[in-house]
């Protein structure tokens, strides 16, 4: 079964850049049985796909975040990144490393919490 | 973009009893609807796929119905680990989208 792990900053200026890692273990990256996806959630709201990578180099984003996204892997590491640029308040959330074997979410890591603030 | 509707918001249900949730799409999804389950302080887990196909280990209690716009999720017997929000997502079509969810707790 795959495990995720996601970490990175838990406090983000605004205007700048989110950076966000999610370490798997139980499944590779690189090998196309899985998508990648990340996905978060505001404080005490509901659930925003923000995109997913496939193969290692096909995404596809969420048309309102995909000017600001970029989703990644790192194949040595065994890693899926996340950067969100531009960041305001609005982008305060507990962000979710998942994956699908399709387009559903079958395993999903515990999330971490990014604060936008200065 | 698909818009996912679910009611009621909150359903107060008693331990043992039978809880019915409902789920709404903008337009039809065919059979790409999944239900997840989140309690407090947790990620989400997954339930149902396939708008019925239980997930691994998921119990008999939790079944799902419906294609085209309309879906229920069902849980036949609550228990105390049921109390817990529920949520509906479609991957028919991009971006996928989640419904807003229903709270489902103690009467």
């Known amino acids: 079964q795959v495990q995720l792990q996601e970490s990175g900053p838990g406090l983000v200026k605004p205007s700048e850049t989110l950076s966000l890692t999610c370490t798997v273990s139980g499944g590779s990256v690189s090998s196309g049985t899985y998508y990648w996806s990340w996905i978060r959630q505001p404080p005490g709201k509901g659930l925003e796909w923000i995109g997913y990578i496939y193969y290692s180099e096909t995404t596809k984003y969420n048309p309102s975040l995909k000017s600001r996204v970029t989703i990644s892997v790192d194949t040595s590491k065994n890693q899926v990144s996340l950067k969100l640029s531009s960041v305001t308040a609005a982008d305060t959330a507990v962000y979710y490393c998942?994956?699908?074997?399709?387009?559903?979410?079958?395993?999903w890591g515990q999330g971490t919490l990014v604060s936008v603030s200065s | 973009e698909i818009v996912m509707t679910q009611s009621p918001a909150t359903l107060s249900v008693s331990p043992g009893e039978r809880a019915t949730l409902s789920c709404r799409a903008s337009q039809s999804v065919s059979s790409t609807l999944a239900w997840y389950q989140q309690k407090p302080g947790q990620a989400p887990r997954l339930l149902i796929y396939g708008a019925s196909t239980r997930a691994t280990n998921i119990p008999a209690r939790f079944s799902g119905s419906g294609s085209g716009t309309e879906f229920t999720l069902t849980i036949s017997s609550l228990q105390s680990e049921d109390f817990a929000v529920y949520y509906c997502?479609?991957?028919?079509?991009?971006?996928?989208?989640f419904g807003p969810g229903t709270k489902v707790d103690i009467k």
């Open positions: 997502q479609q991957y028919n079509d991009w971006p996928f989208t």
């Open positions: 998942v994956s699908s074997l399709d387009y559903k979410f079958d395993y």
